[in-house]
């Protein structure tokens, strides 16, 4: 049994079980563990969904999206963003936000990733823009558990205790069926796509 099986068998285990965390150094695995979000590599977030799995997905031409990497405050390298505009005559700045971040507050309380998706879900959060508190559902594709509000469009998952995932929809998905069904589309295929280049 050649070492590459053996990869593959342990790798298809541990994204089936849900246990999407994953820390690479030195050519060694280390699951579960929380890190110091200054060690760990963020992938460009269009590097994880292509523009053609996105149109299949949201049922759209792919020609019709166009995709621009957002650039980060001078000095803030614990989060990067994809925005993919979506051109719809009916909808003015439709679009998907796709967001990658790690924990802001690891010193002063580092399981702040998982914890927020708990608290949005049991407390919501309060959007000046919409001036009300939202509070979220949660779902899960596959084993992976995630929250989502369909009000504002927004879904999160987290990988353990060391990344934080969001889609953001604007001018599409307006029911609950809708975004949770897209959901379970994107987030394995992200997720897979994920581990794969924190494997590179």
Do not use: C
């Amino acid at each position: 049994m050649n070492y590459r099986f053996l990869l593959i068998v342990f790798l298809s285990a541990f994204y089936l079980n849900g246990q999407a965390q994953i820390y690479l150094e030195h050519n060694t695995f280390d699951f579960g563990k929380i890190i110091n979000p200054d060690l760990l590599t963020i992938p460009q977030p269009a590097s994880l969904v292509e523009k053609d799995v996105l149109a299949k997905t949201l049922n759209l031409k792919p020609e019709t999206i166009s995709s621009k990497d957002a650039k980060s405050s001078a000095g803030v390298k614990n989060i990067k963003s994809t925005f993919y505009n979506i051109q719809n005559n009916d909808v003015a700045y439709a679009g998907v936000l796709f967001q990658i971040s790690v924990n802001p507050v690891y010193i002063e309380a580092p399981t702040y990733i998982s914890s927020s998706l708990d608290n949005k879900m049991e407390h919501g959060e309060v959007l000046s823009s919409l001036n009300k508190k939202v509070l979220y559902k949660e779902d899960f594709a596959g084993k992976i558990r995630f929250v989502y509000n369909k009000d504002i469009g927004q879904i999160y998952w987290n990988i353990g205790d060391n990344y934080l995932m969001m889609l953001g929809f604007n001018g599409l998905l307006e029911n609950d069926e809708d975004l949770v069904k897209t959901a379970k589309v994107l987030i394995p295929h992200i997720t897979k796509n994920f581990l794969a280049k924190l494997l590179e």
